[in-house]
């Protein structure tokens, strides 16, 4: 009965849940789910038995079924059961069969949680499960957020056996004579954790023998200490980025003041899809010219002059878009442009949605991007530059007229003020060879 008083000691003391929430209990129908299902019984909990069959082996895979719809019967509670054909879905999606079968179960567990009103998801990790996990993290390079190991309760999700070891759960079974089935594929180094957990563990534990017990130790002081680096880490964010729009302005200078420089950068760039791999190519951003940049799969980060921009990749809505030698065509807020290069010098369009430039003189990439203050270019047919707000003024534009204007800009020069005037350094002349035109097309033409 110690493992059982131990168990709801622990719910209380990490306030996992109230004694009359209604709790769904993910089974597989090893031990540790097994001793899960008996103790919430003993503690007279309300709660239903849920049940993933994901096809990977055979005959056993079918055996665990009906074994835990046996257990739902025995403690005459609701039984829930899905399968899935986890190999043909994993090739579908590239991913490992192990990260599609937890996403697989986890989406299905919540929704079981929403449909049947249940209060809580409840799975049977325990103590062993948690070094696996801070091991493996670390082998990954998560960082600190990784080394807090499994959480007891994360939003819907509670775990009230990781304070419990596996030879502690076995002994609970045998004591209490549980039935539990095994799997045999634990045994088998397939999948990452089995390689940690037959592997890994039991060799460094041969060198020390507490191994296990010292870094559940580490597990609790790293999780307070990652509350400090939060906390430090937020105050940065509040410091450093300024939101404009649906992008992330970051003060180049500022930026490179700070230290540890490699932590603050990963931090901040890694909510936007970027890698622990990427932090050193953007913190190489600081020394670069304007129009370098570093990309994710959703974003990119521009050094523009004095800021680095984190801006959604070519969508509609981004107010900084690199243009790319490549592209024909690029979409933005007020239309689109269409781009043709190395045009024949026969083709002399003088329309102002046309631009028309010496291709020798324009180094991509482009930056496509609204005017500020303070932008200035040299006017086709004038020598001495002339401030866009200037410039505006003198073609009477009206003030939602000036909100609307975009340049496009090659090494730090406006080249295009879109649809009003090119810059006279990138104009066409006796010398040109080759033509970049950009044509504008307006939303709605």
Known sequence: MILQKQFTDYIKKENLFHPKDK?????????????????????????????????????????????????????????????????????????????????????????LRIDNGYNYIVTAHHADDNVETVLM??????????????????????????????????????????????????????????YFRNELIPAVQKVFP???????????????????????????????????????????????????????????IKDYGFTALQTEEVIGLLQSESGKYVQSLSYRIIRNRKWLIISPNKTENAQNILIEETDKKIFFESGVLEIEKSLPLSTINNQLSTAQLDASEIQFPLLLRKWKQGDYFYPLGMQKKK???????????????????????TNKKILWVIGLRIDNRFKITDTTKQILQIAFKKTGE
């Open 23 to 111: 709790l769904l209990l993910a089974v597989s129908g090893g031990v540790d789910s097994a001793v899960l299902c008996a103790l919430c019984k003993q503690a007279g909990f309300d709660f239903a038995i849920a049940h993933c069959n994901f096809q990977l082996r055979g005959e056993d895979s079918k055996r665990d079924e009906v074994f835990v719809q046996s257990l739902s019967e025995q403690y005459s509670v609701a039984f829930h059961v899905i399968s899935f054909d986890t190999n043909t879905i994993a090739k579908q999606q590239k991913k490992s069969v192990e990260e599609v079968a937890r996403d697989l179960r986890y989406a299905w567990f919540e929704q």
């Open 210 to 268: 507490a191994a296990n017990e010292n870094i559940l130790k580490n597990i609790n002081r790293l999780a307070e200490a990652e509350q400090l680096y939060n906390q430090a880490i937020e105050m940065y964010k509040k410091k450093l980025l300024e939101i404009r729009g649906n992008e992330i302005h970051i003060p180049v200078l500022k930026l490179q003041k700070l230290m540890p420089l490699s932590s603050i950068v990963y931090e901040i």
């Open 137 to 194: 993290n670390f082998f990954r390079g998560t960082g600190i957020k990784g080394l807090h190991g499994i959480l007891p309760k994360q939003n819907k999700i509670i775990r009230p056996l990781l304070f419990a070891n596996k030879k502690e759960l076995i002994a609970f079974a045998i004591e209490n004579k549980l039935q539990f089935v095994t799997d045999y594929t634990n045994t088998q180094n397939d999948f990452t954790r089995n």
């Open 387 to 409: 401030k866009l707000s200037r410039f505006f003024i003198d073609q009477k534009l009206s003030l939602t007229q000036k909100e609307n204007v975009w340049v496009i800009e």
